[in-house]
């Protein structure tokens, strides 16, 4: 089917440096949202294209975007300084296409932003 077994989010996990994905879920606010890679917007989702977000990936947290790249991101860290060595983006144009981004994978069934469960449950 379309959506992802627990292997992908593992692999995902693995490449960007997380050592258990605990600490990924263990945001007590449950908004973290991963988008997928810039390389994405002018491809159709394919293996291919998965294979680059393992490498690179559009994180937002709360209000805050970042591109997160699995040699600098920090797991469980969410203070202003995690992302220190990766491009920061605040505005609201920023957000918009990393949101943009996000909407690509819930067209393809990988999980609901709205439903802040849907991605947690897709670990186990």
Known sequence: GKRRDHNYFENWARD?????YDRFRGDPNGDILIADSFNLIDD??????????YR??????RDRAW???SDTYHPGEHSDHTFAGKQKARTD????????????FVE?????????RAFDESLH
Do not use: V, W
């Open 16 to 20: 960007m440096g997380m050592k258990t």
């Open 93 to 104: 144009e920023a957000l918009k296409q990393a949101r943009d981004y996000l909407a690509q």
């Open 67 to 69: 591109i997160a790249s």
């Open 56 to 61: 690179t990936g559009f994180c937002i947290y």
């Open 44 to 53: 159709p989702p394919s293996d291919r294209g998965y294979k680059k977000f």
């Open 108 to 116: 393809h069934n990988l999980f609901n932003p709205n439903d802040t």
